[in-house]
């Protein structure tokens, strides 16, 4: 199976399947004499890994990072940092339940990947669903850990803004009271009804999806390129290759078409040091596929999860007729878990941007918040 790897200068190849021994990455293009240690990798798994609240599925995992190689001890320092070759991260599986799965062997889940990943390759992990399980999920987050090394100054946050068809309401952001509940809501009324409102859902056998926003403060301007290389549209491709992602917009996304050109230009006055202020964000931190440094604003929908107790209409691999109902454990609401997962995404798009912006113009910060480019200068 070919296309685990996605970067330019910062590559991220994951690797392994969902009942497999062990999932991972390999991190190739992290500049060296960058501190790291497990520790910090340790803290964003932590966040998404499963069975922290009755709300997720209840297999247990550790998600325990391991560092295989990449790293070294610095002898002025005493601190572990990375030495610029590939750096491994190994996270083994410790909770299969493979029995679980016995039941849909042959038989396609509707909304899965079951029969598009038989159709093209002839074989497929019936197994939690091999590959195709969101568990790939946290290489990527052990991924963006290390990303988030290579940005000083960059804050990635995200937080689940929808759940179903019920918004949070916007008046009542609260960034700490993300980490104040189990579904990562800034919103603590919301939070509290998504609570009863998942248990139903959970009772039922059912399911429910999710918008996730993610936002980046403190992106330099100039991070991007035209045409090919826009800094939206690897955005966009990396937030729709995450499991269940069905749509992405940056900034106001498909509500710009509602507006009208005055209302959608983000007008500018004179600001600090030459920078511009900015007046609004419709365009979420990005114009021409160039980061503007604005923050980055971006949402991703997440699907219902497609494995559920609720019988479903199918075919088996044979052409049969059947119905299907997956048991054993998974989310009710998988896009909870993803607001990390989506923080990772953006970590690794922006790492890669940075490295090629740093490999085309050179050292220098990104004109106006330091000394000019050399192309100015």
Not at 109 to 127: N, Q, S
Not at 135 to 160: D, N, Q, Y
Not at 292 to 302: E, I
Request: with cysteine; aromatic share 6%; glycine share 10%.
């Amino acid at each position: 199976m070919s296309h685990n790897t996605f970067g330019h200068l910062f590559r991220v190849t994951t690797f392994g399947e969902s009942h497999g021994p062990a999932i991972g990455c390999v991190i190739d293009g992290c500049p060296p004499m960058i501190p790291l240690d497990a520790a910090e990798i340790q803290a964003e798994l932590d966040r998404r890994k499963p069975g922290q609240s009755r709300f997720t599925t209840q297999r247990r995992e550790p998600d325990e990072v391991k560092i295989l190689s990449g790293v070294f001890a610095d002898e002025r320092t005493g601190r572990q940092v990375t030495t610029g070759t590939p750096i491994a991260l190994l996270i083994e599986n410790v909770d299969q339940r493979s029995k679980d799965y016995s039941e849909i062997k042959d038989r396609y889940r509707p909304g899965h990947a079951d029969f598009t990943y038989d159709v093209k390759y002839g074989i497929r992990d019936y197994r939690g669903g091999g590959r195709s399980s969101a568990r790939e999920t946290a290489a990527r987050v052990a991924a963006g850990a290390v990303a988030r090394k290579i940005l000083p100054g960059v804050t990635i946050r995200g937080a689940l803004v929808q759940m179903g068809p019920h918004p949070i309401n916007r008046s009542r952001w609260d960034w700490d009271e993300v980490q104040r509940n189990p579904f990562f809501s800034p919103d603590a009324e919301a939070a509290a009804f998504y609570e009863d409102y998942l248990d139903r859902l959970r009772k039922e056998g059912s399911s429910v999806g999710a918008v996730i926003e993610i936002v980046a403060e403190g992106v330099p301007p100039g991070l991007g390129a035209p045409i090919y290389g826009k800094l939206d549209a690897e955005l966009a491709a990396a937030l729709m290759s995450i499991n269940a992602v069905k749509g992405v917009e940056i900034g106001d996304g498909f509500a710009a078409a509602a507006l009208r050109g005055e209302e959608n230009a983000d007008e500018m006055r004179p600001g600090n040091a030459g920078m511009p202020t900015f007046l609004s964000n419709h365009a979420g931190g990005v114009l021409g596929g160039i980061s503007t440094g604005q923050p980055l604003v971006c949402r991703f929908a997440v699907k219902p999860t497609s494995s559920i107790l609720t019988p479903r209409a199918s075919v088996t691999r044979f052409g049969e007729e059947v119905d299907v109902s997956t048991r054993g454990r998974h989310d009710p609401c998988v896009g909870i878990r993803a607001v990390p997962v989506g923080e990772a995404m953006v970590a690794c798009v922006l790492a890669d941007q940075y490295l090629r912006h740093r490999a085309q113009v050179g050292q220098s910060v990104p004109w106006p918040f330091g000394e000019l480019s050399p192309a100015q200068s």
